[in-house]
C-alpha cells in the first residue's frame, strides 16, 4: 500500500492539471452559435415531426423548367407546401400542438437513450464477475477494485476533455432536438481534403456543452467509453501491478479512447465518405457486436489462459493440482457472462 499512495497523488495531480488547462481552454460561445438549452424545455419543436411541416420547394433553374419530370416534381412540391400552408392558417392550435408532440417524441428518445445507457452502465457488474470469478481467490479483491476504479477514473476523463475531444465537432444531433453546438472539429488539410483530428467543444459539459442533448450523449457515451476500459482489467488479471492500472486509467477516457472515438464516430477523419459506405460499416457493427456477445467473450477468456483453478495463467501449461488459495467462485463467471449476454441482446 505504501507504493500505492505516490501513483495516487500523481495520477490526481495529473488530472487537477488536465481539468486546470481545459478550463483555460475553454472556447467561448461565439454569438452565431445555437443556444444551449440545459432544462430542455424548449428542445422538440414540429420541425422534429417527420413529415408534418411542409417547406416550399427552390424555384427551378431556366434548364430546369424545360425538363418534364422536375417540373412535375416541382409542381407537386409546391402544391403540397401551399396546401399546408392554408391549413396551417385555419387551424392554428394544430400547429402550437405539433410543436408538443416533437417535444414528446424527442423526449422519448432520450428516454430510450438513457435506459439504454443504463443497461451499458450495469455490464460493469458483468464483467466484474466474469473476472473475479476467473481469478485465483487471492486476487479477487484485486480484480474487482480495477473493475470499480476504472469507472470513476475514466468518468472523470471523460467529463474533463475526453467527451469534447470524441464529440466536440460533431455536428446536429438530429434525433435529439437537433442541437448543433458542438461544431468545433480541429482539421488537418491534406492534398486539399480536410481532415478531422480532435473535437474542441464541451469541455467539462460547459459552453457548447451545457446542453440536454450533450447530457444524454455525453452519459450514452461515457457508459460505452467505461465498458471499453474494463475489458483490460480481465485480459491482464493477476499480472497488473494496481500502480500501472492506474496510469492506465487516466490515460484511457481522456485521450485513448475519445481520439480513436472522434476518427470513426465524431465526425473525424475515418468518418468522412459516402453515406453508404457508412451504412455499410454501421451494419457490420451491428453484427460483430452480436457475434462478439456469443463467440468473443468466451474465446477471448479461453485464450487468457483464466479457465478455472486448475489451469495455469496460459493454456500451455500444464494443469496442476489445486491449492486453497486458488479457489474460484465460478457462479460468479456464470452470472456475469449471462448478464453479458442479455444486455448484448437488449442493445
Known sequence: MSKLFPVLRSSRAALLALALVCSLGLPHLRADDP????????????ADVPGFIVSAPAELSADDAKDADKKKAYDDAKKAADDYAKQAAAEPLAVKLADNVGHNRVAINFMWTLITGFLVMFMQAGFALVETGLCRAK??????S???MIYPMGMLGFYLCGFAFMFGGLGALGTMGG??????????????????????????LQGAGYDTAAFALFLFQMVFMDTTATVPTGGVAERWKFSAFMI??????????????NWVWGGGCRAAGDQARRQRRS???LHQHHVDAHHGLPRYVHASGLRDGRNGFLPSEKCRPRRDDELHDLPHRHVGLLDLRVRAHVR
Not at 443556444?35 to 414540429?46: I, S
Not at 486476487?139 to 474487482?144: D, G, P, Q
Open 35 to 46: 443556444k444551449p438549452d440545459p432544462a430542455g424545455t424548449a428542445t422538440g419543436v414540429a
Open 283 to 285: 451494419r457490420s457493427d
Open 248 to 261: 492506465y486509467g487516466c490515460f484511457i477516457g481522456t485521450v485513448m479512447y475519445p481520439l480513436f472515438g
Open 179 to 204: 442541437y448543433a453546438g458542438l461544431n468545433h472539429e480541429i482539421t488537418w488539410t491534406i492534398m486539399g481534403k480536410p481532415f478531422g483530428i480532435i473535437g474542441w467543444k464541451g469541455f467539462m
Open 146 to 148: 480495477m473493475n470499480f
Open 139 to 144: 486476487n479477487a479483491s484485486h480484480t474487482m
